[in-house]
């Protein structure tokens, strides 16, 4: 693959761009754009917060349970909404950070945009997590269950989709 910039030889490509770097005339977006493609680097950003996600969860129900008792009824519907919700949250996030990154209050900007699209990905698993732990009951679990795996796709594919237009900025 030959880049416009920077020629075809990968040896030369690396240190070209590392001599630029070090100089100062290149931030790391620059390489970013030259040596990977964005949806290659998209979904692995986006597994990697599902597994850390998950297991923060999951190490937070532990230490939870082992000092207060397990309060959940039904674990395989519970560790599904843990999934599932990690998955939401990582999925927004993910864009909703790369999105902030191009302007100066990055934190800001991630708070306020983040927020309106978690809300519907917060209702939803509050509800299907008070089912898990029994607190109500409700027949149309499998209802809710798809609205929250229809979310995470539709997100995940406007991350997949509007990312490389983020990418090439």
Not at 22 to 50: F, H, M, Q, R
Request: hydrophobic share 50%; glycine share 8%; net charge neutral.
């Amino acid at each position: 693959m030959e880049c416009p910039v920077l020629g075809d030889c990968p040896v030369c490509f690396y240190q070209r761009c590392s001599e630029k770097l070090c100089s100062g005339e290149w931030g790391p977006g620059v390489v970013l754009l030259y040596a990977g493609k964005p949806d290659i680097n998209t979904a692995p950003k986006i597994l990697y917060n599902i597994f850390l996600l998950s297991l923060l969860s999951l190490l937070t129900w532990l230490g939870f349970s082992f000092v207060a008792g397990n309060p959940v009824k039904e674990t395989a519907q519970f560790f599904g909404v843990i999934f599932l919700g990690a998955t939401g949250f990582s999925i927004t996030f993910t864009f909703v950070s790369a999105i902030s990154s191009k302007a100066d209050s990055s934190s800001t900007l991630m708070a306020i945009l983040g927020f309106p699209l978690i809300i519907p990905i917060l209702l939803t698993l509050i509800k299907l997590s008070a089912n898990a732990l029994r607190l109500m009951r409700d027949t149309a679990i499998e209802k809710d269950v798809m609205i929250l795996v229809s979310i995470d796709l539709l997100l995940l594919g406007v991350a997949l989709v509007l990312f490389p237009f983020l990418w090439r900025d």
